[in-house]
């Protein structure tokens, strides 16, 4: 009776599992919104569910990985890598998250955003692997994006492959990947309820993403204890910022020296920020690591810096006022934020947009800019993490902001709009502090 009642429930999953397949998502905003159904649980953190998927998807990767992680930098590392790969002349992968104004830039090849269709079609690929399972395997919305971009990936054959990872490194869908070379760009206190509270329990689930006898790269000069612990536990060769690389500014140019070379007169990269060169260095010590396979000449190197572009990383739009966008949502972040702001030059007042998720260090972040800014607009962001504009209110006027000098606005844009018209000529604005803060301000411009 009881193998019965096992059989009746097992045909009763195939039919719902079947059911499921009919009425699929017709376009990819229908399947964007699909995938936040799938798991209880926004961030779920496990390779279990993902490996099960991968497994059954057939998609191998037949080129060189760098995946990369880090509190701050990992994006522009990333776009960096790309630019100088494809300036190399390589075809590239890049995977990143989360975007800005459409879910496309997470999965660019080539340099360019993949199209709806050709997402449409992994995400079913995907959704056929995760219902062949009884039950159907439940994925989370990045665990099931970072499957179908590595099925486009492996359906387009790149020369090369950059990975972002998502939050952490140990348990990150992205780390199902072995990767031929890893990159920790910093370590510093974000998604604490994930992460940990402290240096260490950062450091270790990011070096997580270490794989024996393989490069891993640390661009943070003082990395906690845990970080180099687990390095040795993995067998990694761990190369660290400012003992087996640097990076040197002089002048107008920089300096880079590493383990396998050491390049003069080198261009300041595009993206703006003197932190920007310590990714630089990253990126160039991970190239190096893989010149038998992929070499890459001086004269790309030098494009690859001046070309890159990357939205949102202390981006200066053009045009009156001087109007800048930093996705910076965390202490660190905003530290280097503040040094960006002081090296400007003159602007008679600045005005801030800011917008934050509720479960970030508030606090650390106004602390970090308050020197920098003369008038503030909070607003609230949307969701259920979204800060209410009286929560960031509260936490300027903690850090000691007159409250003549806070506003409050709706949403994002209307703050944006509001610090424009306020705004003069020689005035500064600065949007900051989510991803969501920036694309809304981005779209406020259009």
């Known amino acids: ?73 990992k994006g522009s590392t990333a776009a960096m890598l790309e630019a100088m790969l494809r300036a190399a002349g390589y075809r590239t992968g890049l995977y990143s998250s989360p975007h800005l104004m459409r879910y496309n830039e997470r999965v660019r090849l080539d340099g360019r955003d993949a199209s709806d269709e050709s997402l449409v079609d992994a995400f079913h690929a995907v959704e056929d692997a995760r219902t062949a399972a009884i039950p159907a395997i439940p994925l989370t919305y990045f665990e099931f994006g970072t499957l179908a971009a590595l099925l486009l990936f492996a359906r387009s054959a790149p020369d090369a492959l950059v990975l972002e990872v998502g939050l952490g490194g140990r348990l990150d869908a992205v780390n199902v990947v072995d990767a031929d070379v890893s990159i920790v760009t910093s370590i510093d206190l974000d998604h604490r309820d994930w992460l940990g509270d402290t240096r260490d329990s950062v450091g270790r689930e990011k070096a997580g993403v270490f794989r024996a006898g393989r490069p891993a790269i640390c661009g943070d000069a003082d990395p906690p204890r845990a970080l180099v612990d687990e390095a040795e536990r993995a067998g990694a060769r761990l190369l660290v910022a400012g003992r087996d690389f640097t990076a040197v500014a002089e002048g107008n140019q920089w300096r880079y020296r590493g383990p396998a070379s050491e390049r003069f007169g080198l261009p300041i990269p595009a993206l703006r920020g003197r932190y920007q060169l310590d990714n630089a260095a990253c990126a160039i010590t991970a ?35 001087t109007r800048v966008l930093d996705v910076a949502h965390n202490p660190h972040a905003a530290r280097a934020l503040a040094g960006c702001l002081a090296s400007m030059g003159y602007h008679r007042d600045t005005h801030a947009v800011l917008g934050m998720l509720a479960d970030k260090d508030i606090d650390g972040v106004v602390a970090a800019v308050r020197g920098q800014v003369d008038r503030w607009t909070v607003a609230p962001l949307p969701g259920p993490r979204g800060a209410s504009a009286a929560m960031l209110a509260a936490a300027l006027a903690r850090a000691g902001v007159p409250g003549d000098r806070i506003a409050t606005a709706p949403d994002v844009a209307s703050a944006w709009r509001s610090a424009r018209e306020a705004a003069g000529e020689t005035d500064r604005i600065v949007a900051f502090g989510s991803f969501l803060t920036v694309a809304a301000a981005l779209a406020a411009e259009r």
């Open 287 to 321: 190239l190096d690591a893989l010149r038998e396979r992929l070499p890459v000449s001086a004269n790309a190197l030098r494009e690859g810096l001046v070309s890159v572009e990357l939205a949102g990383r202390f981006q200066v739009l053009p045009g009156r006022p």
């Open 1 to 73: 009776m009881a193998r019965g009642r096992g059989v009746l429930a097992g045909a009763r999953r195939r039919r719902l599992n079947a059911g499921a397949a009919e009425t699929r998502p017709a376009d990819l905003a229908g399947w964007l919104a699909y995938l936040e159904t799938l798991h209880p649980s926004a961030i779920a953190l496990g390779l279990d569910r993902v490996r099960a998927v991968r497994a059954r998807l057939d998609a191998p990767l037949g080129c060189p990985v760098v995946t990369i992680t880090g509190t701050n930098g």
